[in-house]
């Protein structure tokens, strides 16, 4: 349920970071400050969530 509202704001959120600064300030650097920050945290918060669900489910007895 909680996916539902959070994946969309998160999503609103993150696109007002990357247009709205150039727009307002005039730069192309923060967009790509933005992009090189995205492609970094990406693969790591798909680890981290992986691991989470993983230890959540076997701290509830859940097999995975």
Request: hydrophobic share 65%; charged share 5%.
């Amino acid at each position: 349920r909680c996916s539902r509202y959070y994946t969309p704001a998160v999503v609103v959120v993150a696109a007002l970071v990357a247009v709205v600064p150039p727009l307002a300030f005039g730069g192309v650097w923060w967009l790509c400050s933005r992009l090189a920050l995205n492609a970094f945290l990406v693969p790591f918060l798909a680890m981290l969530a992986a691991m989470l669900v993983f230890l959540s489910h076997s701290l509830l007895g859940v097999a995975v």
